[in-house]
């Protein structure tokens, strides 16, 4: 069964970091693009960074460009998304998706991240 399953997020104040993980299983990790995603309450879901199969191409939201960092250990089937200097309109729940053009795209239940004084 294909499943990621995220993990790491919780309650953190402003200016504060936190790291989420995302682990795959029952499919080949690099072969697929691993990207992180957030929504938060009655937003539309955005992409927050994605990372090539190959780790070489990164793309972030331009909102948190200079403050996430996306990179994945295709050895340990995990991706992380480091975030620094949090702020709290960047709560939300996180998600995890594995896409690949030809084989299918997976998501994750999500996490919640929430970012409050």
């Known amino acids: 069964q294909e499943q990621v399953v995220e993990s790491g997020g919780g309650l953190v104040q402003p200016g504060g970091n936190l790291t989420l993980s995302c682990v795959g299983s029952?499919?080949?990790?690099?072969?697929?693009?691993m990207g992180w995603y957030r929504q938060g309450l009655g937003k539309e879901r955005e992409q927050v960074a994605i990372?090539?199969?190959?780790?070489?191409?990164?793309d972030y939201l331009e909102s948190v460009k200079g403050r996430f960092t996306i990179t994945r250990d295709n050895s340990k089937n995990t991706t992380y998304l480091q975030m620094n200097n949090l702020q709290p309109e960047d709560t939300a729940v996180y998600l995890c998706?594995?896409?690949?053009?030809?084989?299918?795209?997976?998501w994750g239940k999500g996490i919640l991240v929430n970012v409050s004084s």
């Open positions: 990372i090539g199969s190959g780790a070489g191409r990164t």
């Open positions: 998706n594995a896409a690949n053009n030809y084989i299918g795209s997976y």
């Open positions: 029952g499919f080949t990790f690099s072969r697929f693009v």
